[in-house]
């Protein structure tokens, strides 16, 4: 048992710190919103508007990553998203060189290049980690994903930090060696976890899918618009209307993703004593309260406050909902995760493009504050569907388990 750790040691180093990068990369684009808006004049419709071929990309990268692994090798699929992620925060890094009437094409380039990475690469460890822990698989994506929160919350800090210092151009480019470096050691020596080809044993067909199966996805689609309205907005949300400054809004989305984090370390602990169905309803209600908080937050440290209390809320609503979707579902798992995730992508894109215009009509405050019927919304979709509660902290493992044996 011992000499099997050991030998998993280079594997979880190599998944974990990979997640961690992916973090940091994955919210880079949202960190910079504020500098693309004052140093480069890019307006809040032009900014959600990127945002659609980064998820589009993402989105069909997601649903077709399951058939990606049936016969891609996963330490090749982790090395293709890892290079271009890297392309993509270099091309960031490098925008102040760039002529002035390039600056759009190439903003849709590195759009591009974010969705497809993150899903590449995030398939890849998402996989990884479920075949580090094969008996407490659950367990590996909640700190996997806590992993990914910590790089989040470091992100901003880290564009806001060298901002204030005239070179915020070398937080993409630090990010860039960030993902490389695991990638890099990858591929000089290859750990276990990546020896083995992704998902051979499951056949993953997406004809006749049961209406359950689509419904489903609806609450994760909730939660999509909730999240990105939140985070994808935060920054200039809080320096274009609200007054505050750049490194105000940046510390608030930190603080988002350092609760995020700490909440989904918590939940692990909590569901071993209250049930999902129940644990994930007081979420959906706070996520509500947390917009109630945000839009009346007038001070930098009601600001943080307020974002921070809307991490903890948001932190565990994603296991929760892919945990109660495999306990209700007789689907491999990497069909149940890509569903999701694909659901959850277009939430995200939902609000990432349409909160620029609706809040140009009606107000960002409005806005906001109307935008706490959103979970809400995803709390009653959940509950109309009736989902069989999984055992606390089992049935979820059992069910992948069961599902990766086909």
Same mark, same amino acid.
Not at 90 to 99: Q, T
Not at 244 to 265: E, H, N, V
Not at 390 to 396: F, K, S
């Given at each position: 048992?011992?000499?099997?750790?050991?030998? %998993?040691?280079?594997?979880?180093?190599?998944?974990?710190?990979?997640? *961690?990068?992916?973090?940091? +990369?994955?919210?880079? &684009?949202?960190?910079?919103?504020?500098?693309?808006?004052?140093?480069?004049?890019?307006?809040?419709?032009?900014?959600?508007?990127?945002?659609?071929? %980064?998820?589009?990309?993402?989105?069909?990268?997601?649903?077709?990553?399951?058939?990606?692994?049936?016969?891609?090798?996963?330490?090749?699929?982790?090395?293709?998203?890892?290079?271009?992620l890297v392309l993509a925060m270099?091309?960031?890094?490098?925008?102040p060189l760039l002529p002035v009437?390039?600056?759009?094409?190439?903003?849709?380039?590195?759009?591009?290049? !974010?969705?497809?990475?993150?899903?590449?690469?995030?398939?890849?460890?998402?996989?990884?980690?479920?075949?580090?822990?094969?008996?407490?698989?659950?367990?590996?994506? $909640?700190? !996997?994903?806590?992993?990914?929160?910590?790089?989040?919350?470091?992100?901003?800090? /880290?564009?806001?930090?060298?901002?204030? =210092?005239? +070179?915020?151009?070398?937080?993409?480019?630090?990010?860039?060696?960030?993902?490389?470096?695991?990638?890099?050691?990858?591929?000089? @020596?290859?750990?276990?976890?990546? =020896? #083995? =080809?992704?998902? @051979?044993?499951?056949?993953?067909?997406?004809?006749?899918?049961?209406?359950?199966?689509?419904?489903? #996805?609806?609450?994760?689609?909730?939660?999509?618009?909730?999240?990105?309205?939140?985070?994808?907005?935060?920054?200039?949300?809080?320096?274009?209307?609200?007054?505050? $400054?750049?490194?105000?809004?940046?510390?608030?989305? $930190?603080? *988002?993703?350092? #609760?995020?984090?700490?909440?989904?370390?918590?939940?692990?602990?909590?569901?071993? @004593?209250?049930? /999902? +169905?129940? *644990?994930?309803a007081v979420l959906f209600v706070?996520?509500?309260?947390?917009?109630?908080?945000?839009? &009346?937050?007038?001070?930098?440290?009601?600001?943080?406050?307020?974002?921070?209390?809307?991490?903890? $809320?948001?932190?565990?609503?994603?296991?929760?909902?892919?945990?109660?979707?495999?306990?209700?579902?007789? @689907?491999?798992?990497?069909?149940?995760?890509?569903?999701?995730?694909?659901?959850?992508?277009?939430?995200?894109?939902?609000?990432?493009?349409?909160?620029?215009?609706?809040?140009? !009509?009606?107000? /960002?405050?409005?806005? *906001?504050?109307?935008?706490?019927?959103?979970?809400?919304?995803?709390?009653?979709?959940?509950?109309?569907?009736?989902?069989?509660?999984?055992? =606390?902290?089992?049935?979820?493992?059992?069910?992948? #388990?069961?599902?990766?044996?086909?």
């Amino acid at each position: 048992m011992e000499a099997s750790a050991k030998g %998993m040691h280079p594997s979880i180093v190599t998944v974990y710190g990979a997640a *961690f990068a992916q973090g940091a +990369v994955g919210i880079a &684009f949202a960190a910079t919103s504020g500098i693309l808006k004052t140093e480069f004049g890019v307006q809040e419709t032009t900014y959600g508007a990127l945002f659609l071929p %980064m998820l589009g990309v993402a989105t069909i990268g997601s649903l077709c990553g399951p058939g990606i692994l049936e016969r891609a090798s996963l330490r090749g699929l982790y090395l293709q998203g890892a290079a271009v992620l890297v392309l993509a925060m270099v091309g960031l890094g490098l925008l102040p060189l760039l002529p002035v009437g390039t600056l759009v094409p190439a903003l849709v380039a590195i759009a591009v290049l !974010l969705g497809a990475g993150l899903a590449l690469h995030g398939l890849a460890i998402n996989t990884a980690a479920m075949e580090i822990a094969p008996q407490a698989r659950t367990a590996a994506l $909640s700190a !996997l994903h806590g992993t990914l929160g910590l790089g989040c919350a470091l992100g901003p800090a /880290m564009v806001a930090a060298l901002r204030a =210092r005239g +070179v915020w151009w070398l937080a993409p480019l630090i990010l860039a060696v960030g993902i490389g470096l695991p990638a890099f050691s990858t591929w000089l @020596r290859t750990p276990r976890v990546f =020896r #083995a =080809r992704g998902a @051979r044993s499951e056949r993953i067909s997406w004809a006749g899918l049961p209406l359950r199966f689509h419904l489903f #996805a609806v609450p994760g689609f909730f939660y999509g618009v909730s999240e990105s309205t939140l985070v994808n907005w935060a920054v200039l949300y809080f320096i274009g209307t609200k007054g505050l $400054s750049l490194a105000a809004g940046a510390a608030a989305l $930190s603080a *988002f993703w350092i #609760a995020m984090t700490a909440g989904r370390f918590l939940a692990s602990f909590v569901l071993r @004593r209250i049930p /999902m +169905v129940p *644990f994930c309803a007081v979420l959906f209600v706070a996520m509500s309260a947390a917009f109630c908080a945000v839009r &009346f937050a007038r001070t930098e440290t009601q600001a943080i406050v307020a974002y921070a209390f809307a991490g903890l $809320s948001c932190s565990a609503v994603v296991p929760l909902l892919i945990g109660l979707f495999a306990a209700n579902s007789d @689907r491999p798992s990497a069909q149940v995760t890509a569903y999701y995730t694909a659901a959850l992508l277009a939430g995200i894109g939902f609000a990432s493009v349409g909160v620029g215009p609706i809040g140009a !009509l009606v107000g /960002m405050n409005p806005l *906001f504050l109307g935008s706490a019927l959103v979970p809400l919304l995803g709390l009653g979709s959940l509950l109309l569907l009736r989902p069989r509660e999984a055992a =606390r902290g089992i049935e979820p493992d059992a069910h992948i #388990a069961q599902s990766n044996s086909r």
